[in-house]
């Protein structure tokens, strides 16, 4: 019993199961029907893979607020490449490179001197959203025609063409990082120095050099999503991502991520950010006022933080009165 409480994503796989039989019962069973799973499944990458990148973050015991325009950024610099007329890949590693060069300046401002990484990302998000409308032109260009291939990112596959191939890449990166967390020396490293840093740092953790590959990470995993949004729509908008930095925090939180770090699983991420699609469609099926739903989302994060508080409390309790 005591090992089932002590999981952090318990919370949000509570809150999923509830809401999916009360959206189920509210859309008249429409909500489980292949066709609305296709749409969940269809957006859920663009919003998850940041939700990994922050929950890794959170884990290592820092923040990233730049993620929502790093989300625009990368792909606007590779549009701006192919309509210049580069090449796919070349367009596509540099929007990359760029979103490594923003965590790395992230981690990099963060560790050096010593500042809060709420305040440094806070900084690169007006200059990374700054960046991406002056490179724009106030014109977002369209994507060419073939510039790059559909089939590989964004096209339906699966049986009834169920998935896209977004899709496939979120769950195959979702693996690996969990991999990365569970299976490594750099994942107990992450952990280690989120959990308490003074203690990690006697143990000759190289704890600066871990926080800001986590920062790197992060952004690169943004910036991806960014570049997956913007091949499934044809263009790239400035505005695309705003407000997506406080929806990764809250699938983390809401996924079991604690705060001051050390805490979380990548799956808790996960969980949180299909969450928060499950509502987003789910409000929309039950006929609700879409406007409900940031107010859904903060009241879920509040009680998701509340209930993980009180599994982590009994679980603590069971384990004083068994002496296991």
Not at 134 to 145: A, H, K, M, Q, Y
Not at 204 to 218: E, H
């Amino acid at each position: 019993m005591k090992i089932y409480l002590e999981k952090p994503e318990l919370a949000g796989v509570a809150f999923l199961v509830i809401l999916t039989i009360v959206f189920q019962a509210r859309s008249g069973g429409v909500f489980l029907s292949a066709a609305n799973l296709q749409g969940i499944l269809g957006l859920l990458p663009e919003v998850a893979l940041v939700a990994v990148g922050v929950t890794l973050l959170m884990i290592c015991g820092e923040f990233d607020l730049s993620v929502g325009s790093v989300f625009a950024l990368t792909p606007m610099s590779m549009a701006v490449m192919l309509e210049a007329g580069w090449p796919f890949l070349p367009a596509f590693a540099l929007g990359l490179c760029v979103a490594l060069l923003v965590g790395f300046i992230n981690g990099v401002l963060t560790v050096k001197f010593a500042i809060p990484s709420f305040i440094t990302t806070l900084g690169m998000l007006f200059v990374a959203r700054s960046v991406t409308v002056v490179i724009s032109g106030g014109f977002p260009p369209l994507l060419p025609n073939g510039a790059f291939p559909k089939w590989l990112f964004v096209a339906y596959v699966g049986p009834g063409d169920m998935f896209r191939m977004s899709f496939l890449w979120f769950v195959a990166i979702a693996v690996l990082v969990t991999l990365l967390l569970s299976r490594t020396n750099f994942g107990n490293w992450v952990r280690a120095t989120g959990g308490f840093l003074p203690a990690a740092q006697s143990m000759g953790i190289p704890t600066k050099r871990v926080k800001v590959a986590c920062f790197m990470l992060c952004s690169l995993l943004a910036g991806l999503a960014g570049s997956l949004q913007v091949m499934r729509l044809g263009a790239p908008l400035p505005s695309i991502g705003e407000g997506l930095e406080l929806q990764a925090v809250a699938a983390a939180v809401i996924g079991g991520t604690a705060l001051t770090g050390g805490i979380g699983t990548i799956l808790g991420g996960i969980i949180g950010a299909t969450l928060i699609r499950v509502i987003d469609n789910g409000l929309v099926l039950s006929q609700v006022d879409a406007n409900w739903f940031k107010m859904a989302l903060g009241a879920l994060t509040v009680f998701a933080v509340i209930l993980n508080a009180w599994l982590r409390k009994t679980a603590k309790s069971i384990k004083v009165e068994t002496g296991k």
